[in-house]
């Protein structure tokens, strides 16, 4: 049996350790001096046993278990709870945490949980949601790095940022965004390009007028087994959305349409400049033929530059995150409604920072204003 508690043998050693003798520590605590040398040597065989590996193995165990109580924290379910209960919650935390602690910490199988992903992915609010997310973060660090990093080095960046991706997500959503890494042949690319579609905006966002040009894209939108494409149209000046339509496909007839209602609706006296991407749309024979008998000036983004439409990118991404992807709607019609009713928010009642936070209705009243 020892004769000394564990905290005296600590005491001992902390003793020694801050450059106390050996001989002053047993006569401090009144023990003899070949026990203080045995602990010590105790001490010592202990630290040698904590090997580096050891040591970081034990610290990834930490690592995982204080992941663990944070999702059990995190979660409205037990581990008896049902399955379907666990998935769900699970689901809401994917991408914060590692899948293996995830299914850990609630105790479901990883080839369920993987299964339950990849089975409603397509449907599903929240997977659009991240993939939205991660949309603009690429586009954010693709365009602060001038137009240079590919998808390693953004998936490294994202990383250090927090965010759990692999290079094959981020090089796939690069490649729908249509960006590329500048490299030997970008030259070539654009020369090639130019010739055939020429760009008459250059990034140049800021214009004097309204009706002076007006930029537009198509986006989609998710919603039970269908697409839902929106095509809108915002005039420069003052980001004021002069038109917009919803339709079941992307065709010529919904771009069309959509222009030709904008273009009634403001009757632009001037010469106007049409901006859009290379979309197959907005490319056809037949919608150009109808822009030039409108004496309508087209113009095209550079081929994988869709920062050249950025000003439509943050419209739909904005669109996106503060109205579609935090509803769920119970009919295509409530659908309809909920776009109605953001675009005139958007163009009346919500801030707009180019605008000096004014709306883009009240920065072009104040323009015509000035005109009288």
């Known amino acids: ?56 193995r034990l610290e990834n165990k930490v690592k995982r278990l204080n992941g663990i109580i944070q999702i059990l924290q995190n979660v409205n379910c037990t581990v ?62 693709y365009d602060e790095n001038n137009q240079i990093f590919g998808a390693a080095k953004i998936t490294a960046v994202l990383k250090e ?9 981020v090089r796939k959503l690069m490649r729908d965004m249509g960006l590329i890494s500048i490299r030997q042949d970008a030259k070539s690319i654009y020369d090639k390009e130019q010739r055939k579609f020429r760009n008459h905006l250059n990034q140049q966002f800021s214009v004097s007028k309204p009706n002076e040009v007006w930029v537009s894209d198509v986006t989609y ?27 079941l496909k992307n065709s010529t007839q919904l771009i069309k349409s959509t222009f030709k209602a904008a273009h009634e609706l403001r009757h632009p006296t001037d010469s106007l400049i049409f901006h859009t991407d290379r979309g197959s749309n907005y490319r056809s024979k037949s919608f150009g033929d109808f822009l030039k008998s409108l004496k309508v000036t087209q113009s095209f983004s550079r081929a994988y530059l869709p920062y050249d439409n950025s000003v439509m990118e943050s419209f739909f991404s904005s669109l996106k995150r503060e109205e579609l992807y935090r509803t769920k709607y119970r009919s295509e019609k409530e659908l309809r409604t909920a776009i109605d009713n953001y675009i005139l928010f958007y163009n009346e009642k919500r801030p707009h920072a180019k605008n000096g936070y004014k709306t883009p209705l009240r920065k072009e009243t104040e323009y015509r204003e000035r005109q009288k």
């Open 161 to 169: 940022q927090g965010y759990r991706t692999s290079e094959k997500t």
């Open 221 to 247: 939108f998710r919603w039970k087994d269908k697409n839902i494409y929106i095509c809108a149209i915002i005039d420069l000046y003052a980001r004021v959305i002069v038109g917009y339509k919803v339709g």
């Open 80 to 141: 008896n709870s049902p399955l379907s209960e666990k998935l769900s919650a699970l689901e809401r935390l994917y991408g914060k945490y590692s899948v293996h602690i995830l299914c850990e910490a609630l105790k479901v199988p990883r080839g369920t949980f993987y299964n339950y992903i990849l089975r409603n992915k397509r449907d599903n609010t929240w997977y659009s949601k991240r993939q939205e997310e991660l949309r603009v973060k690429i586009q954010e660090i």
């Open 1 to 56: 049996m020892n004769r000394y508690s564990d905290t005296v043998k600590q005491e001992a050693i902390d003793l020694y350790k801050s450059g106390t003798p050996a001989a002053k520590v047993a006569e401090s605590l009144s023990i003899s001096r070949s026990t203080v040398y045995k602990w010590l040597k105790e001490q010592d065989n202990v630290s040698r046993n904590l090997t580096k590996s050891r040591l970081t």
